[in-house]
C-alpha cells in the first residue's frame, strides 16, 4: 500500500512542478478609446505621456502648442483634456515628462539654441508650477526613481552648427540628478548634481561604442561626443541606465553619488546568421527578407528595467540614429573585392545599394574601401543583463516577419503618408523606438512600439532568455485614401512614441491599459489588456479598424493542456490498483 501511496505523491508533486499556477496563455489587447490632441499633422502633438494613479490624470508632452495637455482618465473609454499647461515661458521646446510616485510632475525643455542649458519644470497634478532649476543641453528623458525622492535627467547635449554646417559647439553630455527629497515647491540649483562623461577621456572603450566627432573631421572628447537619451531606473531607486544612442551603448549611473560608474558597449548584430534577416531595399518592388552581408548596429532609443527572482534586466527598442554627416548608402561606398567578390550584384539598387549605411565605420583604409557594412537600427527589440550588459536575447526579425504576415500591403511603410509600401526598407524598417514593461498575471511583459509602420508588438518577457511573441496590434487605418494633413484624423494612429503600461492595482477601470502617443497623427490611444484562456490565438479586429494578430500560447500552457489529462489518467490508474490490492 505504502508504494501506491509513494505512486499518487509523486504524480502530485509533477502536478504542481510542471503544471502553471494559471489557465491563462497570456493577455490580449483591444482598443478602448483615441483622443486627438490640438495640433498640426505631424507637428508632435502627442509624443511622451506619463499617468499618475491618483488624480487618474495622464500627462501628455504637446509640442505643437508647447503645453503640458492634462488628461481626464477616469473613464478609460471616454478620455478627454482637461487643461493644457503654457510651459513655454521656460524653455524652447518641450522633450519629456514624468510622474513621481507621490504626484510630482516634472517636464523638461530646451534652451534656444539647444546646445545651451536647458530647464526642468517641476509642477503638481493640477499643473500648478512648484520650481524649476537648469539642467544640461538638450535635457531629453526625464524619470523619477520609483520611492520619489530624484528626479534623473539625460542631456543629450547635441553639437551645434552655423547656415553654412560649419560646428560651432560641441556640449558635453551630462546627466542631472535632481533631489526632490526636501519638496518639490523647494527644490534649489544646489539640488542639482551632474554625471558626466569626463572619466572616461582618453580611456579605451569597448570598440562598438562610437565615438566619430560631430562633423567627422574635429575629433571629440568622449565626454564631448556621448549623447544620453533614455532614462530608466532600478526598482531598488539606486541606478539609472541612459541609453546612448548615437553611440551604441548605454551608461550604468549611480544615483546616490552623482557617477557614471559603466559605460556598455552593445555590441553589432549580424544579418548574415539565421533569423537575422531583413529587407534593405525599397526598389525591389516586394517583400524579400533575407540575410545580408551587413552588421546592425543597435543603437537603441527607448529602454525599459525590469527584475525577475535575483536577476535584472533592461529591454531595449532598437531604433538606430544617425548624424547627418555620417550617412551614405552601399551604391555609394567602394566594397573591397576581397571581402565582398559580389560587390557588384551586392550594390544593385534591387539588393543593397539603396540601404543607408554609415560613412564612420566598417573602413580600414580611412573610407577609402570598405570591408564591412554597418546599418542604423537593428529592426529589433533586445534584453540584456543589467549588471553585466550581456545581450540575453534579440528579437532577430521577427518584426519585419510578423508585419509581412499581418499587413503586407503596407510593409514598411512611412508613418506620414500612406501608399508608402516598402519606403522605409532601406531605412530602419518598421523602427522599433519606445518601448513599455508590465506584469498581468503571473507573468512580465514587454510593449514596443513601432514608429514608422505604427503598432504595438507584445512579448512575454518572462523568461528573458526566451520571450514569446504574443500579440501585435495596430490602431493604423491604412485605407485612408484622403490628405491627412486637412483631416489628421483619418489614418488612425501614426508614429508611436510614448508608450505607458496601467497596472490593474492603478487602473482607473480595475483592468491593466496600455496608453500610447502618437506623434505624428497627434492621438492618444488607450489598448485594455485581458487574460485570456489557454488555446485561445484567434486572430482579431475589433471593429474600431483596429488590425490585430495573437500569437501561440506559449510552450508551459501547451504543456498545461497535455500533462494535465495525463496526470488525471494516471491518478485514476493508481486509484484502480489500490482497490484492487484492497
Known sequence: MNKFFTQLLSFLFLALVLVPNNLYAGISLSFLSTLELEGDFDDGAAEISAFDPVSEQLFTINSATSTIDIIDLSDPENPFVLDSIDLSAFGDGLTSVDVSSNGVVAVALTADPETDPGTVVFLDTSGMVLSSVTAGPLPDSVKFTPDGMTLVVANEGEPGFDDEDSLTVDPEGSISIIDISGGAGNVMQSDVSTADFTAFNGMALDSSIRIIGPDGIVQPTVAQDLEPEFVTISDDSSTAFITIQENNAIAVVDIATATVTNLFGLGFKDHSAPGNGFDPSDED??????????????????????SMGSGSYLITANEGDSRGFEETSVEDVTLDPTVFPDAEALQAPELLGELEITSANGSDDGGVTFQEIFAFGARSFSIWDANTGVQLFDSGDDFEQITAAELPAEFNSNNDENDSFDSRSNDAGPEPEGVAVGQVGDSIYAFIGLERIGGVMVYDVTNPVAPSFVQYINNRDSGFDGDLESDKDGAGDLAPEGLVFISSDDSPSGNPLLVVSNEVSGTVTLFGIQLIASGND??????????????????????FNILLPMI????????RKFRRRK
Open 538 to 559: 484567434d486572430d482579431d479586429d475589433d471593429g474600431n479598424g483596429c488590425s490585430s494578430v495573437v500569437g501561440s500560447p506559449s510552450a508551459s500552457r501547451v504543456a
Open 568 to 575: 488525471v489518467l494516471g491518478l485514476g490508474i493508481i486509484s
Open 285 to 306: 518592388g516586394g517583400i524579400n527578407i533575407a540575410t545580408q552581408p551587413v552588421m546592425g548596429m543597435y543603437q537603441p532609443d527607448g529602454m525599459a528595467f525590469y
